[in-house]
């Protein structure tokens, strides 16, 4: 599986509920990588289950749309232990979120070598500007959360994507 240095060609970005930020991570991440000339499978799952099959958080959308994303026909999924052998890169928005992804991750290492399964790591991994900072969710507050996920947001794609063209150039 890749390390922080390779390119991935799948990437599953998860949060709690699937509905703010891993399917605003989503929509940058496809947005950017398609820019800078990468083709990767990328998605969207959440630890929780209480919001499969629903779109993204209305908030979500619009911030999103206002920043030049559409995340509005993603739906909600519930991560599984098959993700780890589908996905070779998987971010988890916090740390709690990657505690529960490592579990995730134990299981389906139950059934199969666990170098077959996909790197974990948190999104903010190679960001030096949130270097291993959680990216607040932001159910539960105002507009000013989502702007904020989305500055993280951004700033981690942006430094993944750097991470891999740079070394994928030497």
């Known amino acids: 599986m890749p390390k922080s ?3 991935p060609k799948s990437i599953l970005l998860v949060c709690l509920g699937n509905i703010c930020r891993s399917p605003t991570a989503e929509g940058i991440m496809r947005q ?3 820019i800078a000339g990468l083709t990767l499978k990328i998605d969207s799952a ?3 289950d209480w919001h ?3 779109h993204p958080d209305s908030r979500a959308q619009s911030h999103a749309k206002q920043n030049g994303y559409n995340i509005s026909k993603l739906v909600a999924r519930q991560v599984s232990p098959q993700d780890f052998l589908d996905f070779d890169l998987i971010l988890a928005m916090d740390a709690q979120n990657l505690k529960d992804l ?6 389906a290492a139950q059934n199969v070598s666990s170098d077959k ?3 974990l790591a948190l999104m903010s991994e190679v960001d030096i500007s949130y270097l291993n900072q959680d990216v607040p969710d932001p159910y539960n507050g ?4 989502f702007e904020e996920v989305i500055k993280r947001l951004e700033s981690s794609v942006d430094a993944w994507i750097d991470t891999w063209i740079n070394t994928w150039q030497h």
């Open 32 to 34: 950017r990588t398609a």
């Open 46 to 48: 959440g630890t929780g």
């Open 52 to 54: 499969i099959g629903e």
């Open 142 to 145: 105002g507009a000013d959360g």
């Open 117 to 119: 399964l996909g790197r």
């Open 5 to 7: 240095d390779e390119i």
């Open 102 to 107: 490592q579990a995730i991750r134990d299981v």
